[in-house]
């Protein structure tokens, strides 16, 4: 399995960026899916989160500002980020727990990472 992100980049200040992850390989359910970011010397933490239901939850620095979605066809899930701040600069990470073929559990998989540089 694994988890490809895209959609990084420089954006200026109050500007927006779409990121995406796709989940790939033996899947055959996936339950919550999310984004996480990590800042130059500080620890990663939630973004936001969305069950395979559609219920979201969001960091309270982002709510408002980012919304979380996803397509359960495409195993895809998607963050559209509005009115960004210096504040969030930091790698974006998706995340997913994936049920796969020949397994009894649900595992935790982890994209590459995606840069966001949010320029002032």
């Known amino acids: 399995v694994q988890l490809q992100a895209f959609g990084g980049g420089l954006v200026q200040a109050g500007g927006s960026r779409r990121l995406s992850c796709a989940a790939s390989?033996?899947?055959?359910?996936?339950?919550?899916m999310g984004w996480y970011r990590q800042a130059p010397g500080k620890q990663r933490e939630l973004v936001a989160r969305?069950?395979?239901?559609?219920?979201?939850n969001y960091a309270e620095s982002v709510k408002g500002r980012f919304t979380i979605s996803r397509d359960n066809a495409k195993n895809t899930v998607y963050l559209q980020m509005y009115g960004l701040k210096s504040d969030d600069t930091a790698v974006y990470y998706c995340?997913?727990?994936?049920?796969?073929?020949?397994?009894?559990?649900?595992?935790?998989?982890w994209g590459q990472g995606t840069q966001v540089t949010v320029s002032s």
């Open positions: 995340n997913a727990d994936i049920y796969t073929s020949g397994s009894s559990y649900y595992a935790e998989y």
């Open positions: 390989g033996s899947i055959l359910r996936i339950n919550v």
């Open positions: 969305i069950t395979n239901g559609g219920s979201t």
